[in-house]
Structure formats: structure tokens, C-alpha cells
């Protein structure tokens, strides 16, 4: 990768960082389920007349985008509007990668390798942490529901596991996102009352125009045409763990913008937690073969031409990081 590439991932982790603080901007005037229509309705149109279908099965795209957008999302939301501070949640939702390995585990039969199983335990000591330091105006439940929607995410991304070959995360994250908008709707007005729902989509306010705008516009497709172009060219081990860095962005930018001032329980449970993911990822193992292998690389006295870089052959990824 150069520098650019490098450029281009740190723009995404700044897209999908800030993208908290947007969605907090836009639940101060709007219910939660009818925001997260408004937003993957301007995902899907006008882009699903420019993205080709995916190759695959119909009835797995629309259950990736059940669990991976409508109840991810939808849930996240909800934490969101129920207390859940916006820099907080862009930690606990990290710990659908543990989530991930435990819903394989149980699906598929995967048995999770030793680094992993360490790495769950980590970030579930981490997020017990958080859960046992939060503040009394943190309401519990809203913590427990960002676990759902991470489980929720944990739980689209095994079923995304068997898409195949050559459909790239732009064109999922259009088509599976055609399962929102209508269902969120119908939810929002059996949860908030019709005449609510109505008021708000007569009167959006400019909060609730840059929210949909941010989310849709720059943190589902511009941030995702920019990752998936990288992980089509490079090989994942390189691009994957910039998404680690996002917490650190939501948490800095809802500090200043919001003023959610985290505590320091809580900061120790989100390093906990996030090197939990590190772990049960690999990407620790990763860096380390990275620094190891240019230290290698750097004794060299032979200079070597520049040749592109080959990239591995494209894999489907989704993240969301949320998205």
C-alpha cells in the first residue's frame, strides 16, 4: 500500500467514526426505526438502478439484510435514543467480532481456534467492564440492546459467509438493503403512533436532512465504495485492521462535538474490549509479521524494482461500523 492507499482507509475510519454523532444529530427530532428507514431508503435509490444485482441466492441477500441492516441498525438506533452515549456505542458494537466467532461456532460447527476463544474472553471481560461502570443516566437496557444489534451484525456476517465468490460489498449493501425501509416504517408507526410518524416526515429538520444525508451518503457509500475498492486491491490483512481505529474516532469526535466525556472504567472496559477484537481477528498477529517483515525488508542491500502490488483474490466483506 502507499501513502495514498493509507489516506484512503483513514478517510473511511473518519466516515464511519463520525457517523455516531450524525445518528445522534438526527434522534433528537426523529423516532429511531423511521430515521434508519429514511437512511437505507436513499442507500437504495437512486443507487440499486446503478449497482448490478449480486450473483447469489435472493432468500440470503434479503436475510444479510434483515440481520445486518434492519436489525443491526435498527437496534442500534433504539440503544441510541434509549441513553446509550454515542462514543460508547461505537465501542460496544465492536464486540460483534467475538460474536461472530461464537455464532459460527454454534452454526456452522466451526470450532474457534485458541487465540480466539482468548480473545472472546477478553472482550467479553472488557464489555463487562462497561456494563458495571456505566452511569446511572445510561439506562441498562440501552445498553443491552447495542449487544443485540451486535449480535444482530455478528449474525449477518455468518450468513454472509456464503455468498459467492466476486459480489463485493457495494452491491450488498444496496440489495440487502431493500428489506428496510418499508418494514422500519411499519414498525415506527406501530411503536410511535401514527400521528408521531406523520409530524416528523412533514417537518424534518436540519438535524434529521444531515443525519440521513451523513449515514447514507457518506458512511454506507462513499465509505464503502472507498473500502471495498482497497480490499479488492490489497489483501485484507492490510486494509481490515484500520477498522479498529473507529471507536478511537467516535469516541473523540462525540467528546468534542457532543461533549460525551467517557469515564475511565469505561475507557479501560472499550481497551479491553478492543483488544479483544484485535485478538479474535488476528490482527495483533498481523502488525506484528508487518513490522517484522519490513525490519526484514529494511537490512536489504539489493534494491528492487517497483512492481504493483498483486492483491488477493477479492472477498466478500462487510462491516458497519457501522456503518
Given amino acids: 500500500m502507499r501513502p495514498v492507499h493509507y489516506m484512503l482507509a483513514l478517510l473511511v475510519v473518519v466516515l464511519w467514526g463520525v457517523n455516531f454523532v450524525f445518528i445522534d444529530f438526527g434522534l433528537r427530532d426523529w423516532p429511531p426505526l423511521l430515521l434508519v428507514a429514511a437512511r437505507f431508503t436513499f442507500v437504495v435509490i437512486p443507487a440499486i438502478f446503478f449497482v448490478r444485482f449480486p450473483r447469489g441466492d435472493l432468500r440470503r441477500i434479503l436475510l444479510i439484510g434483515v440481520f445486518m441492516c434492519a436489525g443491526q441498525f435498527g437496534l442500534l438506533y433504539t440503544s441510541m435514543s434509549l441513553g446509550l452515549p454515542a462514543g460508547l456505542t ?25 487465540r480466539q476463544v482468548i480473545g472472546v474472553l477478553i ?121 479498529l481505529l473507529v471507536p478511537l474516532v467516535g469516541v473523540v469526535s462525540a467528546w468534542l462535538v457532543l461533549g460525551d466525556r467517557p469515564t475511565v472504567p469505561e475507557l479501560i472496559g472499550g481497551l479491553l474490549l478492543l483488544i479483544g477484537v484485535a485478538v479474535t481477528t488476528g490482527v495483533l498477529k498481523t502488525v506484528a509479521r508487518g513490522l517484522t517483515g519490513s525490519g526484514r525488508r529494511s537490512r536489504r542491500k539489493v534494491v528492487i524494482s517497483e512492481e504493483p502490488e498483486v492483491s488477493e483474490e477479492p472477498k466478500v466483506e462487510h462491516s458497519s461500523t457501522s456503518d
Fill in 90 to 114: 461505537s465501542i460496544v458494537i465492536q464486540i460483534q467480532a467475538a460474536f461472530t466467532v461464537l455464532v459460527a461456532a454454534l452454526a456452522l460447527r466451526e470450532m474457534p481456534h485458541r
Fill in 123 to 243: 472482550g467479553l471481560t472488557g464489555l463487562g467492564v462497561i456494563g458495571l461502570s456505566l452511569q446511572a443516566s445510561v439506562p441498562i437496557v440501552a445498553f443491552l440492546v447495542a449487544l443485540a444489534a451486535s449480535l444482530s451484525w455478528a449474525i449477518g456476517n455468518v450468513i454472509a459467509r456464503g455468498v459467492k465468490e466476486g459480489t463485493n460489498g457495494v452491491q450488498m449493501t444496496v440489495w440487502s438493503a431493500i428489506v428496510v425501509p418499508v418494514p422500519l416504517l411499519g414498525l415506527s408507526v406501530l411503536v410511535d403512533g401514527p400521528a408521531e410518524v406523520a409530524h416528523a416526515l412533514t417537518h424534518p429538520t436540519w438535524g434529521v436532512v444531515a443525519s440521513v444525508v451523513y449515514t447514507a451518503g457518506c458512511a454506507s457509500l462513499i465509505g464503502y465504495v472507498i473500502w471495498n475498492s482497497l480490499l479488492a486491491r490489497f489483501p485484507a490483512s492490510q486494509v481490515a485492521p484500520f477498522s
